[in-house]
């Protein structure tokens, strides 16, 4: 076939241009060791990996936020297991007031020991979180769960759910409701608590673990041990009784959860850890593939060079001097 | 003195020859020039006793060496590649935009949703709910980063458009002007071709091919008419007609291409322009570039409103119902930038419609026309398709097009026979999402939340409500079932009654409850089933259930969930940046594939046409002893006269 001089001199720099572009292409996905780098350096791949991203993205949210219900509920259960153990050393001082041996030095010791657990309960009900929430406020955790003077609740029962899962709500708050209210209290001739009128409350005691410990608190003088009734504190030993168990139920229930976020967290570690390896599957430069193809590329240039250098130096005008 | 005249023929024809040959090698590097060649014919025999007795040679004409065939494949090839080489480069942008880091809608998206969800931790801390500001903040400034990114492509492919249409012009009074050369041309030259205007010409159509499809047809041998796209006259003889770039008649954003016809007329010919760069425009920008504002303006649109939805429903730190967190996007302003009159008798006395985007799950990121048929309203896809009709008393309230098109149109008694709109309900949708809330305050995470001892499946939210300075939060909404008699109640925190007791009105599954406890009311709805003894509690300021469902929006299937199976919000980009990748990548391979052919056909045609040196460096050694041979020839004829000279009597 015929060929024109341009031809030659063409077809040449075309070749040398278009292996240069194919270098610039493997420079850059070596530099930044990624085989997709634009959605066209593979489409399926990239919509892919942005769709694994997102998974993984929202799992490890998941982790988050069961690492922030984990560390609430890790509070709530060491505030629970604080008044409960309060309140088993209030019932063994309660059973003490209730024997007859007790002197009357002994009596006053007791009583006082008691108002200050009274105190010490009433504050571990009030506690805070880093974020200073009320931990047993429900929803209104801005405001303190249990107000000091009248011991009613100020909270709600709400449950303060986060999602751990794509179907799997947590409640990360245990509530005052569930833990310290609606007790079944009785007093002196076996009334409900409830309908007994406090002198110090100036109103009737409130049906919680505050109002149980008034009324036993109250039956004591309050806490100077001045006036014992013997009958009332009977009554209170099975109010304490009662406001421990329940304490310890919401306790347990509260480890409960904590279980579940455990095996959950688990479980979404295990699909971040396969995402993660899909995504570098999808997206990672296969190395040594990358180093021998710019290899190739290389030398391929390298050779189309000398022969066009060859090829331009070759003209029938050298030969006729 | 035959010899003599003989030998100068020689001499003449060689020269011409050299000629010949020295225009070549000049030429060389001139684009679009054909290797020429000399037609050498014997001159006209004397005839003799013995026969006919030669009398040397001479030129009949110069030649151009091409192939017509290959002349237009080269046009041809040109067009595709230009056409393809254009979409390319466009794409190239979207191609790394959409997949930048910093550009990016998914990250932007995840980070907002984790924002959210992080308060749902801790409802009360400043810097989450800040960081749930700033992060919507950041999806506003990435879809108008991206908004502007499109803006700028079809502001330049407006340039571009201006460009070459003023490129087409030249040419084509260049081509007009040459049409009347190379007549004049085969005139003067005895009928023999004009060989350099050919290759001009060519040129010059080969130039014309680069911007648009091309076809021509040669009259009367000469003059060459040109028609572009599918068989738009350009060049007709010595005249040229023109192109102008105007701004666009439906949309003044988009540059038109009009035909300027010749008493002046204006006709857009938009879809007479085909292949080539201006070809490959024009498809662009309907395919991918007014798609991708689409499709964009879709996703912040259905964002915009699902996550404003669910922030309604919820309360702020303020006591407040949730504002909108973005603007809405049925505020009236933004409604009437979705619907512009094209055409029609009447364009718009009587005021403007107006697009409000009403279901969000069947709306599609297309435009349509709206027209005046019969009396009626009738959608139109842009291709002209049929979609929807309604008719409308007075021509005057609203078309519904909510269950089918996702949007209603009002009309404010306009509209005469004849009369179209376009109706862009998506296009602006990355232009106008923008934050209404910087406060944290007005963030409203709060909602209506339930306790551990419920047994049935209802959750309740907040529909609207008015709250007093004394406010109900923490009041639990009951519900108890007694023989048959459904009952809602709403009581204090510790289940006490309040007083005065509120008044309760139920609606289906919405209730209203009025003075609570004095200049309260509120409206609430409930979704699944209650149980008896169920109980719900307002939220007080560190509920977070609100916070929950603006949490859920991020996987809800909340785009194409009425029409298909439906994607997420971060699917649906997934899916725009596959089609962009995909079609990217289909245009590299034809890109590809069209560069070696053309490269394929030039070679052909150079190897026809095209200047060999060490051809024409033989040829110059040809010629010269030719003429060195001629010139011998009358040395000879002077040698035999001096022999005849000398002979003396």
């Known amino acids: 076939m015929r060929v024109s001089t341009n031809n030659m001199f063409y077809s040449g720099r075309d070749h040398m241009n278009s292996m240069q572009g194919d270098l610039v292409d493997s420079y850059e996905k070596m530099s930044l060791q990624k085989r997709v780098v634009k959605p066209s350096d593979d489409p399926v791949a990239a919509s892919q990996i942005l769709a694994l991203k997102t998974r993984k993205d929202i799992i490890e949210q998941y982790n988050k936020n069961a690492d922030a219900a984990d560390t609430n509920l890790s509070l709530t259960d060491n505030t629970l297991k604080g008044i409960n153990d309060a309140l088993i050393r209030v019932k063994e001082l309660a059973i003490q007031l209730g024997s007859d041996q007790y002197q009357p030095k002994q009596i006053k010791s007791a009583a006082t020991e008691i108002k200050q657990l009274f105190e010490h309960i009433k504050s571990l009900m009030n506690t805070q979180d880093s974020s200073d929430t009320y931990i047993f406020g429900g929803s209104s955790g801005d405001k303190p769960a249990y107000d000091r003077t009248t011991l009613l609740f100020q909270g709600d029962a709400v449950r303060q759910r986060v999602r751990i899962g794509d179907d799997t709500f947590l409640a990360m708050n245990t509530s005052g409701t569930q833990a310290f209210e609606n007790l079944t209290l009785t007093g002196v001739g076996g009334v409900a608590l409830n309908t007994i009128n406090s002198a110090t409350l100036g109103a009737n005691y409130p049906n919680n673990i505050l109002g149980a410990l008034q009324y036993l608190v109250d039956s004591t003088g309050n806490g100077t041990g001045t006036i014992v009734n013997k009958e009332a504190i009977r009554f209170s030993i099975d109010n304490v009784e009662a406001a421990a168990q329940q304490v310890n139920l919401a306790q347990s229930e509260a480890g409960a959860r904590q279980n579940t976020i455990k095996g959950m967290k688990a479980t979404n570690e295990l699909f971040a850890e396969f995402s993660t390896k899909r995504i570098s599957d999808l997206e990672d430069l296969d190395f040594p593939k990358a180093w021998s193809k710019l290899q190739q590329q290389e030398l391929s240039l390298n050779s189309s060079q000398m022969l066009f250098s060859r090829i331009q130096g070759m003209s029938l005008f050298n030969f006729l001097r | ?649």
């Open chain 2, 1 to 649: 003195m035959d010899l003599l005249r003989i030998g100068l023929t020689g001499l003449q024809t060689s020269r011409t020859n050299l000629n010949v040959t020295g225009h070549n090698v000049s030429n060389i590097n001139t684009d679009g020039y054909s290797r020429q060649r000399t037609e050498q014919l014997t001159n006209t025999p004397l005839y003799k006793g013995y026969g006919a007795k030669g009398t040397g040679a001479h030129i009949q004409s110069v030649q151009r060496i091409v192939d017509d065939f290959i002349t237009r494949q080269v046009r041809i090839d040109t067009s595709r590649l230009h056409y393809s080489k254009e979409f390319l480069q466009n794409l190239n942008e979207l191609d790394n935009l959409v997949s930048g880091q910093s550009t990016s809608m998914s990250s932007a998206f995840e980070n907002f949703f984790k924002a959210v969800q992080s308060a749902t931790q801790k409802p009360l801390l400043k810097s989450d709910r800040e960081l749930i500001i700033t992060s919507a903040k950041d999806i506003v400034r990435r879809f108008s980063a991206i908004n502007n990114k499109l803006n700028d492509q079809n502001t330049t492919i407006n340039d571009k458009i201006r460009i070459s249409s003023n490129k087409v012009n030249k040419l084509a009074s260049d081509i007009a002007q040459l049409n009347k050369d190379i007549y004049e041309g085969y005139m003067k030259g005895n009928n023999n071709p004009p060989n350099d205007l050919l290759d001009l010409r060519e040129e010059r159509l080969r130039e014309l091919s680069e911007i648009v499809d091309v076809q021509t047809v040669l009259q009367d041998g000469m003059q060459m008419n040109v028609t572009i796209g599918n068989g738009q006259p350009i060049v007709v003889g010595s005249s040229a007609y023109k192109l102008q770039a105007v701004a666009g008649r439906a949309d003044a954003t988009r540059t038109d291409i009009n035909l300027v016809g010749k008493k002046d007329t204006l006709e857009v010919i938009n879809k007479n322009i085909t292949g080539g760069q201006l070809g490959s425009l024009l498809r662009y920008r309907e395919e991918v570039l007014d798609k991708s504002f689409d499709k964009l303006g879709r996703l912040a649109l259905v964002f915009a409103n699902e996550v404003n939805r669910q922030h309604a429903r919820g309360v702020d730190l303020n006591d407040q119902p949730g504002g909108d967190l973005f603007k809405d996007i049925n505020s009236p302003d933004l409604m009437r930038t979705r619907i512009k009159p094209v055409g029609g008798k009447n364009k718009n006395a009587g005021g403007e419609l107006t697009v409000e985007i009403t279901n969000t799950s069947v709306l599609q990121a297309s435009e349509y026309k709206l027209m005046v048929q019969d009396g009626k309203f009738v959608v139109r896809s842009l291709d002209g398709k049929l979609l929807d009709y309604k008719s409308l008393p007075n021509n005057s309230g609203t078309l519904d097009f909510s269950d089918t098109l996702g949007f209603r149109i009002n009309v404010p008694g306009v509209g005469m026979e004849g009369d179209n709109w376009l109706v862009m309900p998506t296009r602006f949708g990355t232009e106008q999402i923008k934050t209404e809330i910087s406060d944290i305050n007005k963030l409203a995470l709060r909602g209506i939340g339930s306790p551990k001892t419920n047994t049935g499946t209802a959750s309740f939210s907040y529909i609207e409500g008015q709250f007093g300075p004394v406010t109900p939060f923490g009041s639990q909404i009951t519900y108890t079932v007694a023989g048959g008699v459904e009952t809602f109640n709403l009581v204090d925190n510790r289940g006490n009654a309040i007083t005065p007791a509120p008044t309760i009105t139920r609606n289906g599954n919405r209730l209203t409850f009025s003075g609570v406890p004095a200049a309260h009311s509120f409206t609430v709805e409930f979704k699944g089933v209650p149980k008896s003894g169920d109980k719900w509690i307002l939220e007080g300021k560190t509920g977070q259930s609100a916070a929950n469902n603006i949490a859920a929006v991020q996987r809800d299937k909340t785009i194409n969930s009425g029409t298909g199976m439906g994607s997420s919000l971060i699917e649906a980009y997934a899916e725009y940046v596959e089609l962009i990748g995909n079609t990217t990548n289909s245009y590299k391979v034809s890109y590809k594939t069209n560069d070696s052919v053309l490269k394929q056909t030039l070679k052909l045609q150079s190897s026809v046409s095209g200047v060999n040196m060490d051809e024409e460096a033989a040829n110059i050694i040809k010629f010269q002893q030719a003429y060195q041979a001629a010139a011998q020839v009358m040395a000879t004829a002077q040698t035999i006269f001096n022999a005849v000279l000398s002979i003396k009597g």
